[in-house]
């Protein structure tokens, strides 16, 4: 059985007046009108809700709160949470249901809410993700992100111009999505003069601090929904060491590759087959990593797909 | 097929220096110690983890940790937030992972680091658990409890007696539990004297700030590992609207009632069957709430099952 994807709900990103339950709302209420065919929320067995932090949220019991927004009193809410990839382990968990005959519908629901803090506490809150061994050393995630982009720049051809063409280009995406925090066009020379945060990482690489809620239907039976679903044909979960220096080779994302093969088996599919890529992209200059991890480039060589304009929308 | 526990881990509880990355450690590696008949890293497929909320433990890649710890690379780890039924959600999940032939060994580790911070902290974080509209107007657990226990206790027959010998029992049980928070022979007397905390709820009703991690490992072939397992014959899950005035009667925990109405269908069972129980206890007067919940005493009724001796332990 290939699970679908029948319906999405999404709120803006951006710095919103909206708390977290109004936002988990929000996304739940447009995915559950979005249902082309219609739904009813007692076809609906489970939803789970993910997040990065609680820290973020001030709110623990969101499992329950999505509960009783969906409305079917036999179903049950619970939260994930795995750091930057907390969504896609609620997707995969939600996916797994179906697949094993647990669940026939499963809504799943992602939200940040990040702008109740000044920058200070949101670096404080994300150092949470660190390893023990490195927050004892007061690292912050842009500075452990910098010593990685030095070693990555240092072994291969990757210049600050190929960081600020990948800023360019997603900047550039965001004009297409109507929900994005910023639709801006930036230029080259602005990039690169932006505000240093942790050399060589400067405001621009930066992915912001931003809040907002989207959410996913899947369906053991997507055609009863929708004329046109999403099938998830494959997906894949891997894990690398916390602490950089146990890892084989920092520069290389291993679980990234785990986890992008268990995904093209599932599917039958190679990265020849790839349309589109859409990478957690916390700081710019790790995209071409990525596309190493992904198997879309050889190691070393991610930053030639930006050069080459492969990776551009329409390239 | 029924899923069974066969080992355990277990940190001890109360005011400790280990922080949460090794009270994890600690359980996991006591639980996968206590195999009896041994078990190899590799013959583990998933570790899930839960807490109440990050913001006490301060780490939010405790799956990651988790796997990390366990040693085999092609599992993988996440954790499960559910406010106060955060353990038993991720029991839930995994039982129904091995039920459902996605795994066939999944460990669980449950764990709470809350004495990094003072009382009004720990507070403030609980109060995260709240429904928002009651938040807007300030209101902490013990004061929300408290309401709680005033309604029921006006409408029913319970007394400040029997939150007292409630106390005194449970204190008594802690002392065959070698890792209990405290081990105190607590008088009558010392109750119902002990400082008010929120009318009608006294410092000895209240479950104390603790920290301590505890792990089980379930599995699809208990005899392999065990001659003694202990099978999960059934589960439930439930839930009530957090606002308590939404509920329908909220001097009664439907939703206890409905998660062991399953729990008893799934088993085949009957609350006449059961020996042993063990309740939520946040605070020492809800408990003859649960005990009427759970269908071992009638509405109104649980104090009598204190009175008559039948929670006791030889009771």
């Known amino acids: 059985m290939v699970v679908g994807i029948v319906s999405y709900g999404h709120t803006k990103f951006g710095v919103l007046k909206q708390d977290t339950p109004d936002l988990i709302k929000e996304a739940m209420d447009g995915c ?39 409305g079917n009193p036999d179903a049950y809410g619970f939260k994930v949470e795995s750091a930057c990839v907390s969504g896609s382990m609620a997707i995969y968990l939600g996916k797994n249901m179906i697949e094993r005959g647990e669940a026939k519908n499963v809504l799943v629901v992602g939200f940040e ?23 004892k050393y007061g690292i912050t995630q842009p500075g452990a992100y910098a010593l990685l982009i030095r070693l990555y720049a240092q072994k291969y051809d990757v210049t600050e111009d190929d960081w600020a063409d990948i800023s360019i280009k997603n ?13 801006k066009d ?36 997507p055609k009863k ?3 046109t679903p999403v099938f998830i044909k494959g997906m894949g979960v891997a894990h690398d060491y916390l602490l950089a220096i146990e890892r084989e080779d920092p520069t290389f994302l291993l679980c990234s590759k785990r986890a992008a093969d268990q995904a093209y088996k599932e599917a039958g ?19 071409p990593m990525c596309y190493e991890a992904l198997g879309l480039a050889k190691k070393g060589e991610g930053a030639k797909l930006v050069r080459e304009g492969v990776v551009m929308f329409d390239g």
Request: hydrophobic share 35%; aromatic share 8%.
């Open 186 to 221: 930036i230029t080259k020379e602005g990039v690169m003069n932006s505000r240093m945060i942790a050399d060589p990482i400067r405001l621009f690489h930066c992915s912001t601090i931003s809040d907002g809620a989207a959410s996913v239907l899947l369906s053991a039976d």
């Open 225 to 227: 929904y929708t004329d």
């Open 171 to 183: 900047h550039k995406n965001a004009f297409r999505n109507p929900w994005a925090h910023f639709h």
């Open 269 to 287: 599919r190679s990265p020849k087959d790839v349309d589109i890529v859409e990478v957690h992209d916390a700081f710019t200059p790790v995209e």
């Open 32 to 70: 559950l009108k979005n249902v082309e065919k219609g739904i009813s929320p007692k076809e609906i067995d489970c939803v789970i809700v993910s997040c990065v932090d609680n820290a973020f949220s001030e709110q623990h019991q969101t499992g329950t709160l999505a509960w009783e927004y969906l």
């Open 113 to 135: 809410k990040m702008n109740k803090f000044g920058t200070d506490r949101v670096t404080e809150f994300l150092t949470h993700g660190s390893s023990p061994e490195e927050r």
